[in-house]
């Protein structure tokens, strides 16, 4: 199975990525999508071969259409539409957290990811909330499933300076055995 994560920043401004999509890729996780609860339809139609689901900013607490700021954040799951029988959704995580399970031998839970930026003053507690949530689902499905996380660490785990936001991911990753890809 083909994956590729994607921080779109903007699905409706990444028109020409997404008309060239490579049908190869059988699931994009997709990070900074900038849709709101009520455009999330839109992921239905950027592609007549892929479907999918997301989570906006307002997820937990929808905007009506005429109160929506600029866009921001979101994260979504696109799937081709011959693997749709075989797809669940999960409504694990919060709205930087999209899952989703594909039912196989094994079966196999996706995750896309898009943690918060450094910048403001409680990004380091909302990372960790996150972690914390990613942690149970992690601890919830690795004894029946394959878990693949991709999406926006907006942290350089690998070469990036020692900070608290990195030690809480690298020894999440270490308590579950996990390893990154670049």
Known sequence: ??????????????????SEMKEDVDIYLLQEHWLFDCQLNMLNEIHS????????VDTDDPLPP??????????????????DPLISTLKAGN???QCIEIEGDPNII?????????GPTNSTQELLECIDQLNEIVCTYSNTHQIIIGGDFNE??????????KKYINDFMQDHELSSKE
């Open 110 to 118: 996706f995750v896309s990811l898009y943690l918060p930026c450094k």
């Open 95 to 97: 709205s930087r957290i």
């Open 66 to 83: 005429i109160q929506m700021p600029r866009e921001y954040g979101g994260v979504a799951i696109l799937w081709r539409k011959e693997l």
């Open 156 to 165: 350089d785990i690998i070469n990036g300076a020692s900070s608290q936001r």
């Open 1 to 18: 199975m083909k994956v590729l994560s994607f921080n779109c920043k903007n699905i409706l401004a990444c028109g020409p990525f997404f």
């Open 49 to 56: 071969k892929y479907i999918g689901i997301g989570k906006s």
